[in-house]
Each structure stands twice: as C-alpha cells, then as structure tokens.
C-alpha cells in the first residue's frame, strides 16, 4: 500500500484554469506538507498542517489554497493558474512536527500550464 | 536567509566511493537530513544528523560539523542504482518547522 498517495500525477492545463491536486497519507502522521519542486529541482515548503490546522504558510499567492478535511488528507487547489506554476508538486507528512521526525513524501504531481 | 550550497554534478565509478558535500548558512541549527531522489521520483530519506560525528546506515554514511556549517554524505560501493540526486536539508530555528533544502547533487554512477 502506497504511504503518501498524490493524484493526479499529471496535470496540463490552459492559463487562466483552476486545478485541484489531491493528497493522503496512510501512515496515521498528524502533520502534513505540500511542497513545490522548480526546473532548477529546488524544493521549498508552500503550507503545512498538523491535525487540520495550518501551523506553515510561506509567501506563496493566495491563488493556492490548502484544504485539510481531516489529517489524513490534504489538498491542493489552484486559481487562475499562471505559466510560473509549471513544477513538480509533492506532499509529505510527518509524525509530529519535531526536528527529528522525518518527512515522507509523495510521488509527485508534474504540473503544466500552457 | 538561509542557504544551503552543494556541488551540481558529480559522477563516479561502479564499486568506487564518493563524497557528496554540503554547506549551510542558517539562522540557528535544529538537524540536517539527506535524501535520495531519483529522476521523476519522490525524495526518500537516507540519514538525519543533529549532533557532530558520523552515522553510518550500510553502504551510506553521513557526516556532520556544526562548527563548520558542514556536513557530508559518504556513499560506498557505488551501484548504478545510487545514479540520483542527493539532497541536503537543514532545519533553522525558530518555532515553525520549515525544512530547508539545498538544490540538490545529480550524482552519475558509470560501469
């Protein structure tokens, strides 16, 4: 059974679209992640929540908009998508949020705007 | 700001050793993580270190100097397989866990 599950894991979309990428994790982790990979393969944390809450929110555009119906799913949605929204887009969880827990993440979603 | 630098590009030879480096300039040090991420895959975690000194897990072994900024990741008995990219993370202080990558290592492993 796949721990952290992503869908879809491609996404082509038109500018000016809104696209939603779904997340869940089956490992019973209280906190989770979305995370964006650029060309350059730099990952940087975009949100983070631990039990539904949002405890990271780094300055991303409010057209991204986390959602977390409970803790063993978070999601993804996308207004207005803009050419520079073209990455790789994982989710991870964690046990906690201690220094010391590690991060697992997901398959990744690779998405296009054209 | 934090940074956190490491080499682009490094290839090796099957059966050989090498050592991946990495360097951060942070806002305080709570542990840093390595992982492997191979093309079109997610990062999988290999080691994480938070006081000096070596860990060794297998083939792999992880090194770190918080002296220094510096930490190193030792990868023996090079397989085709190891071919990936190695990425280092660090966590700052302060009260939000926000990992810290570098832009990762593509390391190329040659028969």
């Known amino acids: 059974d796949t721990a952290v599950s992503q869908t879809p894991k491609y996404l082509v979309t038109q500018m000016g679209n809104d696209k939603s990428i779904k997340c869940e994790q089956n490992?019973?982790?209280?906190?989770m992640y979305w995370y964006k990979q650029d060309s350059k393969k730099f990952l940087k944390i975009m949100f983070s929540?631990?039990?539904?809450?949002?405890?990271i929110n780094e300055t991303v555009p409010n057209r991204f908009s986390p959602k977390s119906p409970d803790k063993a799913h978070l999601n993804l949605h996308i207004n207005s998508l803009e050419l520079g929204d073209s990455a790789v887009y994982f989710c991870?969880?964690?046990?906690?949020?201690?220094?010391?827990?590690?991060?697992?993440f997901g398959p990744g979603t690779r998405l296009t705007v054209l | 700001g934090q940074n956190i630098d490491q080499p682009t590009e490094m290839t090796a030879t099957e059966g050989a050793i090498v050592q991946i480096n990495c360097t951060y300039q942070?806002?305080?040090?709570?542990?840093l993580f390595w992982y492997q991420q191979h093309a079109g895959e997610a990062p999988t975690f290999l080691s994480y270190?938070?006081?000096?000194g070596l860990e060794e897990k297998g083939r792999f072994s992880s090194f770190l100097s918080r002296s220094k900024g510096y930490s190193y990741l030792l990868l023996k008995e090079l397989q085709m397989k190891d071919s990936a990219s190695y990425l280092c993370?660090?966590?700052?202080?302060?009260?939000?866990?926000?990992?810290?990558f570098g832009s990762g290592t593509q390391l190329t492993v040659l028969p």
């Open positions: 991870a969880s964690s046990p906690e949020v201690r220094f010391t827990d590690t991060q697992y």
């Open positions: 490992l019973g982790h209280d906190t």
């Open positions: 929540y631990n039990n539904k809450e949002l405890i």
């Open positions: 942070t806002s305080g040090f709570n542990g």
């Open positions: 270190n938070v006081l000096d």
């Open positions: 993370a660090v966590y700052p202080s302060g009260s939000a866990r926000q990992l810290t």
